[in-house]
């Protein structure tokens, strides 16, 4: 069986799964993406499906770049 991705991640995991910095989903969230975002104690946790949504869109709205 292949290693399977978790459902939510926490900012520490995101580096490891998605290749940007946690940063990155904090500013994306001030801007408006629609990322979920929940808290454990008063750690925030990431829905994968969520942030793989964003990234998603950002492809689509720059036609003929190169995704890292």
């Known amino acids: 069986m292949g290693e399977s991705r978790p459902v939510w991640v926490s900012r520490e995991q995101i580096p490891e799964v998605f290749g940007i910095a946690a940063r990155t989903v904090d500013r994306a969230l001030a801007d408006g993406a629609r990322i979920?975002?929940?808290f454990v104690g008063r750690k925030p946790v990431y829905q994968v499906?969520?942030?793989d949504a964003w990234l998603a869109g950002l492809d689509e709205d720059?036609?003929?770049q190169a995704t890292t």
């Open 36 to 38: 979920v975002r929940r």
């Open 49 to 51: 499906d969520s942030i």
């Open 62 to 64: 720059r036609p003929g």
